[in-house]
């Protein structure tokens, strides 16, 4: 019973570690396990992910509402081809946080994005920051 005990735990840590991605960001390129997949730039306000082929771009933008103390920060991400986008305020999207979940929710596969994962990405993370700024 304990061999089968230390057998399930080292297998279970195992799967955990093939599924974790090393991601850097270098030089404009996107490193993914060490091999170049996207190229990115950035400024202080918005970064842009590109893919190796230059035909999907997405746009990571921090937006701030208000002044001082009182304002906030939220998130929006832009799909340009697509033409979708959402916000969030719960997550604070960076770079590398916005790969991993892209890597984990399977819309980047093998350095491209799978357009038909894309609404499903928006509906998990989308709070409807402008809206409710507008509506206000």
Same mark, same amino acid.
């Given at each position: /019973?304990?061999?089968?005990?230390?057998?399930?735990?080292?297998?279970?840590?195992?799967?955990?570690?093939? $599924?974790?991605? $090393?991601?850097?960001?270098?030089?404009?390129?996107?490193?993914?396990?060490?091999?170049?997949?996207?190229?990115?730039?950035?400024?202080?306000?918005?970064?842009?992910?590109?893919?190796?082929?230059?035909?999907?771009?997405?746009?990571?933008?921090?937006?701030?509402?208000?002044?001082?103390?009182?304002?906030?920060?939220?998130?929006?991400?832009?799909?340009?081809?697509?033409?979708?986008?959402?916000?969030?305020?719960?997550?604070?999207?960076?770079?590398?946080?916005?790969?991993?979940?892209?890597?984990?929710?399977?819309?980047?596969?093998?350095?491209?994005?799978?357009?038909?994962?894309?609404?499903?990405?928006? /509906?998990?993370?989308?709070?409807?920051?402008?809206?409710?700024?507008?509506?206000?």
């Amino acid at each position: /019973m304990k061999k089968l005990l230390v057998f399930t735990l080292i297998f279970a840590g195992t799967l955990g570690t093939l $599924n974790a991605q $090393n991601i850097k960001f270098k030089k404009g390129d996107v490193l993914i396990d060490g091999v170049s997949c996207l190229d990115y730039t950035s400024s202080s306000t918005n970064a842009e992910i590109i893919t190796k082929d230059g035909n999907q771009t997405i746009i990571l933008k921090y937006i701030r509402t208000g002044v001082g103390h009182n304002g906030g920060l939220y998130t929006k991400v832009v799909f340009v081809e697509q033409e979708k986008s959402f916000t969030s305020k719960s997550y604070i999207f960076n770079k590398k946080l916005l790969v991993k979940k892209l890597l984990s929710d399977a819309v980047i596969v093998d350095c491209g994005i799978d357009e038909s994962k894309i609404d499903k990405f928006i /509906m998990k993370y989308d709070e409807g920051i402008e809206e409710t700024l507008v509506r206000h």
